[in-house]
Each structure stands twice: as structure tokens, then as C-alpha cells.
């Protein structure tokens, strides 16, 4: 299980290492074309949120961090189908790509 850190100080939100690479590709792009945008996700750390929502800014630090050291294998078709949400929504939701925990 991945890691994706947002800001430097909050909790990091657990993803399989396969759906993080994916999700790194989606948002790389979105933050090198300068575009901001919300991502939603159900914490899997039993805290008091039930759904939580970040607003993803080129300023705002992220960092990938992966269990295996070799890359998974990209399929497109996937990054597609995720920017064609995010850029149809403006908002990001993984509730569909992360597994339950």
C-alpha cells in the first residue's frame, strides 16, 4: 500500500501502489498545466471524518510513496477515464478506485 502525503503535516491517504501511480499521472498533469482542483476520499483511520476533501494546489506539497520499488504497469485507458472525471467534475473522487479498508 501506497501513500499519497498531502500539505506535510496531515495523515497520508492509503492507496494501493497500482491506483496511486495512476492517480500520480492524473494529478502531475493537473498541477503542471497549473490547474487546481478538490479530491475526496472516506478515511480509512476511523477519526471523526467520515469523507474528507483537500483542495490540490501547485503550491501546496505532495509526496508518492510507494511499497515496491518497481513501477506498476500504466494503463491508459484508466488515466483517461480518471481525467475525464476530474476535468467533467472539478473534483477528484476516489471513493471508486480505493479499495475498502
Known amino acids: 500500500m501506497g501513500r499519497l502525503k498531502y500539505d506535510g503535516i496531515s495523515d497520508p491517504i492509503v492507496i494501493e501502489d497500482e491506483t496511486l501511480a495512476h492517480l500520480k499521472i492524473v494529478i502531475a498533469t493537473k498541477l ?3 490547474e487546481s482542483f478538490m479530491m475526496t476520499w472516506m478515511p480509512r483511520d476511523g477519526g471523526a471524518d467520515q469523507r474528507a476533501t483537500v483542495w490540490i ?13 518497481r513501477a506498476p504497469e500504466i494503463d491508459p ?3 483517461s477515464e480518471l481525467m475525464k472525471h476530474l476535468n467533467a467534475t472539478g473534483e477528484l473522487v476516489l471513493d471508486h478506485v480505493l479499495s475498502p479498508g
Open 57 to 69: 494546489h501547485p503550491a501546496i506539497p505532495l509526496q508518492f510513496g510507494f511499497d515496491e520499488a
Open 77 to 79: 485507458r484508466r488515466v
Open 32 to 34: 503542471r498545466r497549473q
